[in-house]
């Protein structure tokens, strides 16, 4: 859908970018492909671990592959407008975050004293699914954002889209940090480094909440410096994650069992993801005159 001229803002104020604008949406849509990318590999590795007992199994695998190849088309997309097969995209990925977490609750609940830490530790991850439910709805996010008539700031259920997004990213963080706590606590923290997920997102999420939520034209810089923090905490954690499957018994070269067993690689990058979209939400605030 194209753009369409809007009465303009007062004269003593500039009036909002539309490059700018589109920009934050491609930054959205690299967030939400970061999301995908984590969850397709993630997802493929634990199912194949699940000897894909179900056949819904392979459905979040398709729709996180589809959210990646949409996302990175939406990433080099410099069109003001919305796109409608990235639209469906994310639509499906989303509905298919929802279902998939309905999916997971079931599988712990149907086991023999249904939430208690066995099952929570070994059963099917409650928080995974939502992943790629959070890529969805960034993604979708993304192209509302990209939508904004000439003239307007980008707005997401009549609020500004920047505090939207990042009350949604510091939710997100703060439910991913949740998953990374418990499958930490099952490691049993045996190394000082497996605290990061667990303290540097949170205060993350607190400062982006705060940010979202608080006083408008506020200094937001110690909340950017998190964000970047933690994003580069999600991609160190890859390497961490790496190196505890190499230390495994024979390491690399029972890269079958060690891969499946050890720490899962392609996890972390879900705080990138979101950490990429809490720095897309501050931009938006900070190009909204009103926040």
Do not use: C
């Amino acid at each position: 859908m194209a753009r369409h001229p809007a009465t303009l803002p007062r004269a003593s104020e500039p009036p909002p970018s539309p490059e700018k604008a589109t920009l934050a949406a491609r930054r959205l849509n690299r967030s939400a492909g970061t999301l995908a990318a984590s969850v397709l590999f993630d997802s493929a590795v634990e199912h194949y671990r699940g000897d894909f007992e179900n056949r819904a199994m392979y459905t979040p695998i398709v729709t996180s592959a589809l959210a990646l190849a949409v996302s990175a088309h939406g990433t080099f997309d410099k069109s003001p407008a919305a796109h409608r097969m990235r639209d469906g995209v994310y639509l499906l990925t989303g509905v298919v975050g929802l279902i998939g977490t309905g999916f997971h609750v079931w599988n712990v609940i149907q086991k023999p004293g249904r939430f208690i830490w066995q099952n929570l530790f070994y059963g099917a991850p409650l928080g995974a699914p939502m992943a790629i439910g959070l890529s969805g709805l960034l993604g979708f996010f993304s192209e509302r954002v990209r939508d904004t008539p000439i003239g307007r700031t980008p707005r997401l259920f009549g609020l500004p889209a920047g505090r939207v997004i990042g009350a949604v990213s510091g939710a997100g963080m703060v439910g991913t940090t949740a998953e990374a706590g418990l499958l930490h606590f099952r490691g049993s923290f045996h190394d000082p480094f497996m605290a990061l997920p667990v303290t540097m997102p949170p205060a993350a999420a607190a400062a982006l909440t705060n940010a979202s939520l608080g006083a408008a034209h506020t200094d937001r810089r110690l909340t950017r410096w998190w964000l970047r923090a933690t994003a580069i905490m999600g991609v160190s954690g890859t390497v961490f994650h790496a190196i505890g499957v190499g230390r495994d018994m024979d390491g690399w070269r029972n890269i079958q069992q060690n891969l499946l067993n050890g720490p899962p690689i392609p996890a972390p990058p879900a705080f990138t993801g979101l950490a990429l979209a809490g720095l897309a939400a501050l931009d938006l605030m900070e190009d909204d005159s009103d926040v």
